[in-house]
């Protein structure tokens, strides 16, 4: 895993953050895209993982409800509405980045509970690694669990 992967996708969260809380209906109109790439240059980041994020987050944003159609049946308790706004965009990141980026599921699950544990609550990151073993699970039901033996 890359430094500029792992960094593009703190910024690709952010980007889908600020989506999320603005309750952007469709895509990202030019003049909001700037403005959250602003954001994005405050944090620090490379200009290659600030564009590959924002891309991600793009992607991600036009594919949430098949992803959110996805965690419904593992969180009958918990409807996408009701999830903190950073676990349900974590999810979101995650299955997006499985199904179209064809990152190894592993990999975006640990990914996602790693900035489960930097930016979400003290129960998020179970929360998403359930939520996406579950997921991955009834997708690949010979496939060990994807934290098994591995230190999260």
Known sequence: MTDVTRTARRCALQVLYQMDAIDLAD????????????????????????????ELAKGAWADRLRCDALVEPCT???????????????????????AVADVPPKVAINDAVELAKEYGGEKSPGF????????????????????DGEDS
Do not use: C, Y
């Open 76 to 98: 009958p308790e918990w409807p996408t509405h009701r999830q903190p706004m950073i676990d349900r965009n974590i999810l979101r990141l995650a299955l997006h980045e499985i």
């Open 27 to 54: 895509q990202l109109p030019f003049a909001e895209e700037q403005r959250i790439r602003s954001t994005l240059v405050e944090g620090g980041s490379s200009d290659e993982a600030r564009n590959l994020g924002v």
């Open 128 to 147: 998403v690694n359930a939520v996406l073993d579950r997921i991955w699970k009834a997708d690949e039901p010979e496939q060990e669990s994807a934290v």
